[in-house]
Structures are given as structure tokens and as C-alpha cells.
């Protein structure tokens, strides 16, 4: 599960320890003017929200609602119903003045909670959502397509026709076709969690058993923090796409990438000995839909580029000195 | 592979032309049955010994969900590859089947899961056999001198009929054509 993102509390350090106290999600970091609540909030990767004090020195809770995007909730000591009117037109998520109810610092961090948990179960619908159409789309789709399959093959039980053969490839087309989409579905699914993930193992697993390619790796792969479903997804696309353009007999090479100054390795590549690609096609081919083989979909190592791009790495594409192509992902984070 | 020309395979599908393709890929190594429905399936299993059901996931009517329920629930001995368009998911873990196919599935496919399910049940049965002989190995060489039992012509007999069981699973582990399956079951023996 996704961990609970931290909060930041704007105002004294005593009032916000109470509250850090009883808050269940999340941590709570402190800040003592609203000034340095912002640079803390711009120096964040994600934060559940922002707890300020209505006046805290220099900035008060309005302007801060109007410079930050996050769920802001106004906990003022020095409260009044018209400053909750306004608070709560202007934005804030909640009012609360905790001087005036029982356990006031705890009902402030009841309501960091309630943010936390909005924005889990924000983000659990859509990816419920995304499943729901992806597997919509999977049965809908690759019904009819078995459907079609199963007629070509007892048509062609019966006859002798090149139509035949032309309509069998299409077929096997859109399978691969709706195989990207449910990839680039599946892309879209918001929770990451990265873990460390043996590389030499993660590609032992993606390449595909009973082929007759050669992989060659180097002994000494590194661990790399990745999701591991999505780096076997991007390694599949990589190799399935060695053996489609470079033909089952091509030999794939995976080796690691260090820093030039210090020799520590900082990535990977995977080479192969095929036709490889036209220097001046290299920038494209992690476009959607750029494909250089009529059997192509295009899309293969446009999710490759996405799943490097999330896990926060470099992809880029050059010739092998086998001649054919060498991808190299740099700036993994290797553990 | 090992001639299985007496294995009988139950197809069940919704779509009969789905259905006749896997018979015509099927038929020409296997006695074939098709049932366009799964609770037309489960007549036929209660009437007549299969060795493995090719079994569609949503069909109208009884799911194949339901039809695998019924299958663990009646003990049956078979083994059972679900074929559909329903991506696996980690409900799999709980189903009880043996094989896990995803639509649309070519003809190379479909016989090498057949294939394959039916060569993890001979290795199976003959582990649970070696297992048994083993047993009563054991038993003898602990109440027995090796003395006493070299001279026993039916000690001699259950020694060899281990020996020929062991190079049996090693040779229906080398069947399969997934080294990491092949390894594993190599070590399990």
C-alpha cells in the first residue's frame, strides 16, 4: 500500500507536537511562519495538506489559501464565525478553533485524517475505475477476436485461401494492439511503489521462454528501486522488440552503465545484433504509434519510455557495436 | 511426448465455432468432447471419465467460476485449463485449475497447455506411486538386514520398479519445455 503522505503544521511548535500526536496518517512537520511552511511545501515531492494558524508572523491563512493548491485547514486559536465565513469561502478545506470544543488539538488531527483518507480513496476510485474499463476492454475486445481466430481456422480446415492468411494477421494485429492498450491502462494506475529489485533476476523473468534468441548478461546487474510489475512490463517491451525487428535468432546483450568519473554504476542497456535503426529515426521511435514494421503497433517502446519516465529515469536510443539498436536507461536509483 | 490418444478432453465454450477450433486442433491426438455450457459440462462429467476440461470463464448461465467450484466440490481427478478473455487476476491463486489461458489463444498455444497440464498430472501420479513404494522401502530396510533382504527376489523386484519409476519422472520432468517448471520439478523429486 501507498504510504500516507506528510502534513505540515503552520504556527507554534507546542501546538502542532499535540496535534502530531494523535494524527494516524502521515507525519506532521512543523513550521514556524507561514513563509517557511511555503518553501517547506515547495520543497515537498507530495503532502496530504496544510494546517495554519489564522494570523501566524508575515503571511496570514488567506494569502496562504491563495499561494498553495493543497487542502489548507485554518485551526486558529483566536477564532469567530465570521473569520470561519471567510476561511471557508475562500478555500479552506475545514475551520476549526480548537479553544472552543473538547479536545480541540485532537479534532484537528481527526481532520488531517479525514484529508488523508479523501485523497487514498480519491485515488483508490480511479484506479477501480481504470481496472473496471481495463478488464471491460480485455473481455469485449479479445472475445470477438478468438471468435474470428476460431473461424479462420475451420475456414481454413475447409479451404485454401491467401485471404485467409491476410485475415489471420490482422487479427493477430489488433490482439497486439489491445495487448498496448491494456499496457498504457495499466500506465495510468496511479499508485507507485517503488521497492529494490535485482535486475539480473527482474530480466531472467521477462524474456521470453522458448525463444531461440541468445541473452547475454553481465554477472554483476545491480539492484534498482522499481515497481516490479512495471519493470518486467518495460523489459518485455524492450525484448519483445529485439526479437521483432532483429528475428528469433538475435542476441540481446544487457550490461551496466557506470559514471564515468567514479566507475559506480548508475544504469543499464540492453544491445542487440539486429538491423537496428536509422540514426535519424532514433529521436521518434519513443513516439506513440511510430512503428517501422507493418506487424507493428508503434506503441511498445512509447510505454517503455513512460514506465522509465515514472520511475524517474533516462532512456535513450543509439547503435549497438553489434550494429543493431542499444537502449540505455541511466539515472536509476541503485540500491 | 507420450502418446495420448487415450485421453479424453471435455471443451467447454459459449461460442461453438470457439469451441470447434480447439476440437480441430485437438482431435487429431485426443478423444474430444464439446459442451457449449457449463452446466451441460457438468452432466457430462458426471457421466463419463475425462482427463482434462478446457473450460471458458464467462459463459451465460453457470460460470466456468461456478463449474470449477462444483468440480473441487465433487473430488474430481482431472485437470482443468481455464481458457478466456478475462486477464488473471489474483483471484487465480484460490481457483482451483491447472492451467490459465488468455484469448485469444493460437493453436500452439492450446496444445502446449494441454500438453503441459496433462504431463504435470503423469508426473503427479507417478510421484504419489515412487512415494508409495518408497514408503514401504523404507519400512523393510528399517526392520530388515540388507543381508536378509538381498536374498528376497521381491525385495529385488521393488528396488528396480523404483529405479525404472525414477528415471520415468526424470524423463516426464525433461518434457517440459519451461526450463524454470522443469528445474523446479526436478528439485521437488
Redesign the interface.
Known amino acids: 500500500m501507498e504510504p500516507d503522505h506528510p502534513s505540515i503544521y503552520i504556527g507554534s511548535t507546542t501546538v502542532g507536537s499535540d496535534i502530531a500526536a494523535s494524527v494516524e496518517c502521515g507525519d506532521l512537520s512543523f513550521a514556524d511562519t507561514t513563509a517557511e511552511g511555503i518553501d517547506a511545501i515547495n520543497a515537498a515531492g507530495s503532502l496530504c495538506c496544510v494546517v495554519t494558524d489564522h494570523d501566524p508572523p508575515a503571511i496570514d491563512c488567506f494569502e496562504l489559501l491563495e499561494a498553495v493548491e493543497l487542502p489548507v485547514i485554518v485551526a486558529t486559536t483566536n477564532g469567530s464565525s465570521e473569520l470561519a465565513t471567510r476561511a471557508l469561502r475562500a478555500g479552506a478545506e475545514t475551520y476549526i478553533d480548537p479553544s472552543t470544543i473538547p479536545q480541540g488539538r485532537t479534532a484537528v488531527a481527526a481532520a488531517i485524517d479525514h484529508c488523508c483518507a479523501a485523497q487514498s480513496k480519491g485515488s483508490g476510485a480511479v484506479d477501480d475505475r481504470i481496472e473496471e474499463f481495463?478488464?471491460l476492454v480485455?473481455?469485449?475486445l479479445?472475445?470477438p477476436?478468438?471468435?474470428a481466430?476460431?473461424?479462420i481456422?475451420?475456414a481454413k480446415?475447409q479451404c485454401d485461401s491467401e485471404y485467409l492468411d491476410e485475415v489471420e494477421s490482422t487479427?493477430t494485429r489488433m490482439?497486439s494492439l489491445i495487448g498496448n492498450l491494456?499496457d498504457m491502462l495499466d500506465e495510468t494506475d496511479s499508485a507507485i511503489n517503488l521497492e529494490p529489485v535485482d535486475l539480473a533476476a527482474a530480466i531472467d523473468d521477462a524474456w521470453p521462454?522458448?525463444s531461440n534468441a541468445t541473452l547475454s548478461v553481465e554477472t554483476d546487474l545491480p539492484t534498482v528501486e522499481a515497481e516490479p510489475s512495471r519493470l518486467y512490463q518495460l523489459l518485455e517491451n524492450v525484448f519483445r522488440n529485439c526479437l521483432d525487428h532483429g528475428g528469433q535468432n538475435v542476441t540481446v546483450t544487457v550490461g551496466t552503465l557506470t559514471s564515468a568519473d567514479t566507475d559506480v554504476p548508475t544504469g543499464f542497456y540492453i544491445a542487440d545484433d539486429g538491423p537496428g535503426i536509422d540514426t535519424d529515426d532514433q529521436p521518434q521511435v519513443f513516439e506513440y504509434g511510430y512503428t517501422t514494421s507493418s506487424e507493428g503497433t508503434g506503441l511498445g517502446l512509447a510505454i517503455v519510455n513512460e514506465i522509465a519516465d515514472t520511475f524517474g529515469w533516462e532512456i535513450t536510443i543509439t547503435d549497438s557495436e553489434a550494429g543493431g539498436t542499444r537502449l540505455e536507461i541511466d539515472q536509476c536509483n541503485i540500491i | 511426448m507420450a502418446d495420448n490418444s487415450d485421453k479424453t478432453i471435455l471443451i467447454v465454450d459459449d461460442?461453438e465455432?470457439?469451441a470447434?477450433?480447439?476440437e480441430?486442433?485437438l482431435q487429431d491426438d485426443y478423444n474430444t468432447i464439446v459442451e457449449l455450457s457449463g452446466g451441460g459440462a457438468l452432466m457430462e462429467l458426471d457421466q463419463r471419465e475425462v482427463d482434462l476440461v478446457l473450460l471458458d470463464r464467462?459463459m451465460p448461465g453457470m460460470s466456468g467460476d461456478v463449474v470449477v467450484e462444483h468440480i473441487e466440490k465433487w473430488e474430481m481427478d482431472f485437470q482443468v485449463v481455464m481458457v478466456t478473455?478475462?486477464?488473471p487476476d489474483i483471484d487465480i491463486v484460490d481457483m482451483p485449475v491447472d492451467g490459465y489461458l488468455?484469448?485469444?489463444?493460437?493453436?500452439d498455444e492450446l496444445v502446449d497447455a494441454v500438453e503441459r497440464a496433462l504431463a504435470i498430472k503423469q508426473y503427479e501420479d507417478l510421484i504419489a506411486e515412487y512415494n508409495q513404494l518408497a514408503e514401504k522401502y523404507e519400512i523393510l530396510t528399517a526392520e530388515f538386514s540388507s543381508r536378509e533382504l538381498s536374498s528376497r527376489d521381491r525385495f529385488a523386484e521393488l528396488e528396480s520398479q523404483m529405479d525404472e519409476m525414477e528415471a520415468e519422472i526424470a524423463e516426464t520432468v525433461e518434457q517440459f519445455?519451461?526450463?524454470?517448471l522443469s528445474d523446479a520439478f526436478s528439485r521437488l523429486h
Not at chain 2, 519445455?177 to 524454470?180: E, G, I, R, T
Open positions: 481495463s478488464s480485455s473481455h469485449e479479445r472475445s477476436i478468438q471468435k481466430t476460431s473461424g481456422a475451420l480446415a487479427l490482439d491494456l521462454a522458448g | 461460442e465455432m470457439v470447434e477450433s480447439y480441430l486442433y464467462r478473455a478475462v486477464d488468455t484469448k485469444p489463444v493460437s493453436e519445455s519451461d526450463s524454470k
